[in-house]
């Protein structure tokens, strides 16, 4: 059990930049997590994915936004043309089913000029 | 709408000074009620679960425990690195399929 791993760990952009952020789940874990965190907050879903079914996305998930599993394993989180306000940390987590803990990664940190 | 409210923001302790932390939460059937630690810089890391009123859990000198409209989290004689921002979550049966509702965190501070 290695934990979740996400790359990069810092992100620095221009506004109107593309960014992609990157998420290796447990081993075997069915369902993967994507949340943003800002500071003094607590994390707030977003989207995801049971396998490579993604399942529900929040009304924080903008058309600028989009998110991908493509095979069950790792998770792409996509972010078109950022924004001011999408500075933050966004956290990725896992679980081997709807009822077990989730386990998260140590995040990326993505702050925009 | 699914809420969790946790106080108090911030405590500050000396080493060995117990003490609690609330976590008060609204959700339309609870499916369990999660506790985390965050450093900084650094993810949730999982603590405990509860699931009904009555239960408790403990782990080294965290002890959490639940009834039906709160949490607590229970630090004994706590140590400096105990420090740290403590997340209290919850899971519905209404609405969303599995994600957390968090609410925004006790930030503990042990001083030694």
């Known amino acids: 059990d290695t934990g979740v791993s996400q790359n990069p760990r810092h992100k620095i952009t221009k506004r109107g930049q593309n960014v992609t952020f990157r998420c290796d789940p447990i081993?075997?874990?069915?369902?993967l997590y994507w949340y943003r965190q800002t500071l003094g907050q607590g994390p707030e879903f977003l989207t995801y994915f049971q396998n490579e079914a993604q399942l529900e996305k929040s009304r924080l998930l903008s058309d600028r936004f989009s998110a991908e599993r493509p095979k069950g394993s790792f998770s792409t989180l996509e972010i078109q043309r950022t924004e001011q306000g999408d500075s933050a940390m966004y956290l990725c987590a896992s679980s081997p089913d709807r009822d077990q803990p989730q386990h998260f990664g140590d995040g990326t940190r993505l702050s925009i000029l | 709408e699914d809420q969790v409210t946790q106080s108090p923001e911030a405590l500050r302790l000396q080493e060995g000074e117990s003490s609690s932390l609330n976590c008060s939460y609204t959700?339309?059937?609870?499916?369990?009620l999660f506790w985390y630690r965050q450093d900084p810089g650094k993810g949730p890391e999982f603590l405990f679960t509860?699931?009904?009123a009555g239960e408790e859990k403990e782990k080294e000198r965290l002890k959490a425990t639940l009834t039906k409209k709160e949490s607590f989290l229970h630090i004994t004689a706590p140590k400096p690195e105990d420090s740290a921002t403590y997340l209290c979550?919850?899971?519905?049966?209404?609405?969303?399929?599995?994600?957390?509702?968090f609410g925004k965190g006790t930030k503990l501070s042990v001083k030694p």
């Open positions: 979550a919850v899971r519905g049966y209404g609405g969303s399929q599995g994600n957390l509702i």
């Open positions: 081993s075997e874990h069915n369902r």
């Open positions: 509860l699931y009904s």
């Open positions: 959700v339309s059937g609870l499916r369990g």
